[in-house]
């Protein structure tokens, strides 16, 4: 070979290394042509380690450009890379860009589906979980659903906490009343200020009455297995030995004795609650024990003395106390107080006589602490509820408890009572009794010189707050059907009383 034919060869060769180093071979240059050939089945596994971290960096930097040309079905530069390797008739090369092809690929499926996490396994490769603030796990829905009942059974429970009270004076209204109809009533609810839980209370009335509650809204009755276990705890509070069985007269004197301590004169309704968990399976011993309270808590010459006291001092027949008392209640109290003495011994040596001489007593009771106008309002309110239960005719011993569940102190009680016998005498129901004391001006005016005479107390501001009671009507539907009365209806109320009739009611004898 000549020496120009060298020299010649030289330059090529020279020439065809410089290009194979500086010019891009098919988009992938010469340190990138190395690192695909480093990825061979007989690469060193540091050269591989090398080769994946490579691989990621292209993956997160390519990645968005590579899940848009999938989506317009265009060509990806791997596709290029594969084809370039098959014309250059490198196996090695071949495979190295297929695997690249299919890194590039896996890479823009995973940045597709960073918008819904998963832990499913796809391709052999395991996708990335999500972070905790993406998106609620199963687990944590599981959880809030579990906290839901326990939350609400504990604001239930501070629900009958603080409603207690007419909810125990609810349970006992439909033992003496029959009073469902009262009581599921929107009026009912919204006077005692339990309307927020309406469908609640009304499960537990149902309950009450022995209704299957069962398919109700709690029909897992957790609630009302709650309530009633939590009302129990109440009762056994208030009469210590309370477990809801019948008594014999022996123990429910003995009740009676041990809890003389919790009767007071400012909390009748409390006292009234307490009265009926002694003496709920007896009706006469209850009523009289209700009387009897309202007596020693307003008779004039016990003002001011509370009702424990008071109590000894009538069963001593103190000052002639136990003799006037007797006088003013009529039998039923007479019976009362013997009872007491023969089951307590500390006062069966003590005789109460002299009950004769004390039957035309006077304005017996103390009525210097009623607020007229209140009492009218009250009243009214009161008065409403009665109509309710218009069909069910309450007697009256029924409606005289019927008022001492709801006023607010013992005079009150006993002048209410006062004025719906005066009205019932001559009424053929009890909503014509009601629209009597509310619309007819002269009926009212026989009421205040009847009341005038037996309790030497003025009515003449009773009916100062009435239009804001009679404004109901307007607001429930079970008030509707209160009317005024008619002229025949009028008429037949024109017979009064005797004085001797006012002076026996003002006994209440017929108690």
């Avoid at 009262?182 to 022995?210: C, H, M, P």
């Avoid at 309370?242 to 008594?247: A, L, S, T, V």
Wanted: net charge positive; with cysteine; aromatic share 10%.
């Amino acid at each position: 070979m000549s020496v120009g034919s060298r020299k010649v060869i030289g330059i090529f060769l020279i020439v065809l290394f410089w290009l194979l180093h500086t010019t891009p071979f098919n988009g992938v240059n010469g340190e990138e042509l190395g690192s695909i050939k480093g990825g061979g089945p007989n690469a060193s596994s540091d050269t591989k380690s090398s080769l994946r971290e490579t691989n990621r960096d292209a993956n997160s930097e390519d990645a968005p450009r590579a899940s848009t040309s999938r989506d317009n079905n265009d060509n990806t530069p791997e596709s290029s890379e594969s084809g370039s390797s098959s014309e250059s008739g490198s196996s090695s090369e071949s495979g190295s860009s297929s695997g690249s092809s299919s890194s590039s690929s896996s890479s823009g499926e995973s940045s597709s589906d960073e918008e819904t996490p998963t832990t499913s396994l796809e391709g052999g490769k395991r996708k990335r979980k999500a972070s905790p603030g993406e998106k609620p796990s199963k687990r944590a829905k599981r959880v809030s659903k579990k906290k839901g009942p326990s939350r609400r059974i504990i604001l239930l429970r501070m629900f009958v906490k603080e409603n207690h009270l007419p909810m125990l004076l609810a349970e006992a209204e439909l033992k003496l009343f029959k009073s469902e109809s009262l009581l599921l009533s929107d009026y009912w609810l919204s006077r005692n200020k339990l309307e927020s839980e309406k469908e609640f209370v009304q499960t537990i009335i149902k309950a009450i009455l022995g209704v299957d509650v069962a398919q109700t809204k709690w029909s897992s009755m957790e609630l009302v297995n709650s309530y009633f276990r939590y009302m129990n705890q109440i009762k056994k509070s208030l009469v210590p030995n309370y477990d809801g069985h019948r008594k014999s007269i022996f123990d429910q004197f003995s009740m009676y004795r041990m809890i003389i301590h919790k009767i007071g004169c400012r909390a009748v309704q409390l006292s009234f609650i307490i009265l009926f968990l002694v003496f709920k399976d007896n009706d006469f011993l209850f009523l009289n024990s209700v009387v009897f309270c309202l007596l020693l808590c307003s008779f004039t010459e016990l003002e001011d003395i509370e009702f424990r006291e008071s109590f000894g001092m009538v069963l001593k027949n103190q000052h002639n106390l136990g003799a006037k008392i007797a006088a003013i209640g009529g039998s039923g109290i007479s019976s009362f107080l013997s009872n007491i003495q023969r089951f307590f011994k500390e006062f069966s040596g003590h005789k109460i006589t002299g009950v004769d001489r004390y039957q035309r007593i006077t304005f017996p009771i103390n009525f210097n602490g009623v607020n007229i106008a209140d009492f009218g309002l009250n009243f009214c309110l009161v008065l409403l509820e009665l109509h309710i239960l218009n069909d069910l005719q309450l007697d009256e011993m029924r409606t005289f408890l019927f008022f001492a569940a709801r006023l607010s102190s013992p005079a009150q009680v006993l002048l209410a009572n006062d004025i719906f016998k005066l009205v019932r005498a001559s009424a053929q129901s009890t909503t014509d009794v009601v629209a009597t004391i509310l619309f007819d001006n002269n009926a009212f005016a026989r009421i205040q010189r009847n009341v005038m005479e037996m309790h030497n107390l003025d009515l003449r501001n009773m009916k100062d707050r009435f239009d804001s009671c009679i404004k109901m009507n307007d607001n429930f539907a079970e008030l509707v059907g209160i009317r005024r009365y008619t002229d025949i209806q009028e008429r037949s109320f024109t017979k009064t009383p005797t004085h001797k009739e006012i002076q026996l009611r003002a006994k209440y004898s017929f108690l």
